[in-house]
């Protein structure tokens, strides 16, 4: 059974850094593009950044500059540096990454449990 767990998450004071970290585990041949998302009370879930199994990396325009998404290819991991914190951060972030399970059925969609990020003003 495939796995996303995400963690890292916490309360911090605005102009701090956090570094959220998810990890992919179970039975996979393949991994391809992996994201951070979030959702903040009351609003959508929004891309925050995504890399591509090629190491291509875009970030939505409220997080460019403060926030560096990697990936360590050997251990089936994403990282989400953020720095420069603001309240408007404040969400739980959800690690989505696109699976194959065997080598001939398609990419599907994965998602973490989500871990809450916090800053306080």
């Known amino acids: 059974q495939v796995q996303l767990v995400e963690s890292g998450g916490g309360l911090v004071q605005a102009g701090g850094s956090l570094r959220l970290s998810c990890a992919a585990s179970?039975?996979?041949?393949?991994?391809?593009?992996m994201r951070w998302y979030r959702q903040a009370p009351g609003k959508q879930r929004e891309l925050v950044a995504g890399?591509?199994?090629?190491?291509?990396?875009n970030y939505a325009d409220s997080v460019k500059g403060r926030f560096t998404i990697s990936r360590d290819y050997a251990r089936n991991m994403v990282y989400l540096q953020m720095n420069s914190l603001k309240p408007e951060d404040t969400a739980v972030y959800y690690c989505?990454?696109?699976?194959?399970?065997?080598?001939?059925?398609?990419?599907?969609?994965?998602w973490g449990p989500g871990t809450q990020v916090t800053v306080s003003s």
């Open positions: 989505n990454a696109g699976l194959k399970i065997t080598s001939v059925t398609p990419f599907r969609d994965y």
């Open positions: 179970g039975s996979f041949v393949r991994i391809n593009d």
């Open positions: 890399i591509s199994s090629g190491g291509s990396s």
